[in-house]
């Protein structure tokens, strides 16, 4: 069993940064492929980035060229920086152990003025 737990949410201006951190419990955090996800009012979850075991991302569309995922080995860590905001980034972001379908419990990101 894989825990996850998120951190670095909050309310930022539009064009402001933010940098999400999710830990992952356990020793199989090296064998996994990790994820973030965001879930805005009234929406579908949907898959935000992805980093594997070997460190090659994907992004949605919406996020190339603002957003980045990177994972910390030695402290069992995932980030995701979060650049150029815009109000349609305010969702609850979600931190997810692909290989072990563990979910964090989510943390709101709000994007205003």
């Known amino acids: 069993q894989v825990q996850v737990v998120e951190s670095g949410g909050g309310w930022v201006q539009p064009g402001g940064s933010l940098r999400l951190s999710c830990v992952a419990s356990g020793s199989v955090f090296s064998r996994t492929a990790m994820e973030w996800y965001r879930q805005a009012p009234g929406k579908e979850r949907e898959l935000v980035a992805h980093?594997?075991?070997?460190?090659?991302?994907y992004y949605v569309d919406s996020v190339k060229g603002r957003f980045a995922i990177s994972r910390d080995y030695a402290k069992n860590t995932v980030y995701l920086q979060m650049n150029s905001l815009k109000p349609e980034d305010t969702a609850v972001y979600y931190c997810?152990?692909?290989?072990?379908?563990?979910w964090g419990q989510g943390i709101a990101v709000t994007v205003s003025s």
């Open positions: 980093i594997r075991s070997g460190g090659s991302t």
């Open positions: 997810h152990a692909a290989g072990y379908g563990s």
